[in-house]
């Protein structure tokens, strides 16, 4: 039972412009949602995060926004640079689970110069 | 750099035998968390502790345990290993054994176990 999808496994957009990763989740518990990036052969970077209470979390470039009668969150990424290139996970948790983490499959995202 | 320490980084072993995969969380940090990630799955939340104690279990095997030591540092043993077993070993720790905003998890670097 996947609870959290990412339901495209790829993403390429051109640099400057805006880059949408979407992530949909089934476990109405989840009350706490995290973005992470993952370059090949190192660990998943912390982005940004929100909270169930919240609609929308910013940080720089980085955009997140939740909506939970739709059980779907965003990450909007603007400008794009080619540095963004990375794999993005979608991640949430339940204050109930404590910090167990379930993570989508997540995205390749490519940002073409 | 996050701060998490995870050794070693690559290991290759056969299969019916046993390895310890070992995580220093970074500084201050009292909870230490253990995932997977095989190659046709996502990453998959193994285990938690806590200050020493667990608490959390996910999809853990019965031949995997893990335990956290006095200086915070944890180690994951895989036993009886068998080819499925090949993934990358991520370790994780947090300050606060809840996620929330503050409460940030890293990850460290993981460790390759290849199962021949």
């Known amino acids: 039972d996947q609870q959290v999808k990412q339901n495209s496994p790829s993403l390429s957009v051109q640099e400057g412009r805006i880059s949408i990763l979407n992530c949909d989740y089934t476990?109405?518990?989840?009350?706490?949602f995290l973005w992470y990036k993952k370059y090949p052969a190192e660990g998943p970077t912390f982005l940004i995060s929100i909270s169930s209470i919240k609609d929308k979390n910013e940080d720089g470039r980085f955009t997140v926004f939740l909506n939970k009668s739709a059980k779907h969150l965003s990450l909007h990424i603007v400008p794009s640079q080619p540095g963004d290139s990375a794999v993005y996970f979608c991640a949430a948790s339940a204050v109930t689970s404590g910090s167990r983490l379930t993570f989508g499959e997540g995205t390749q995202l490519t940002v073409n110069p | 750099d996050s701060g998490v320490t995870q050794t070693p980084k690559h290991l290759i072993t056969a299969t019916g035998q046993r390895v310890t995969l070992r995580c220093s969380p970074r500084s201050g940090d009292l909870s230490v968390y253990w995932y997977q990630q095989s190659l046709d799955q996502g990453l998959q939340f193994l285990i938690q502790?806590?200050?020493?104690?667990?608490?959390a279990k996910g999809n853990i095997l019965e031949r995997f345990s893990a335990q956290q030591f006095p200086d915070l540092h944890s180690e994951l043993n895989l036993s009886s290993l068998e080819l499925g077993d090949s993934a990358l070993y991520f370790c994780?720790?947090?300050?606060?054994?809840?996620?929330?905003?503050?409460?940030?998890?890293?990850f460290g670097e993981g460790s390759w176990l290849t199962v021949v």
């Open positions: 994780a720790s947090s300050v606060a054994p809840v996620a929330g905003t503050g409460n940030t998890i890293y």
């Open positions: 476990n109405s518990m989840f009350d706490y």
């Open positions: 502790y806590y200050n020493g104690e667990e608490r």
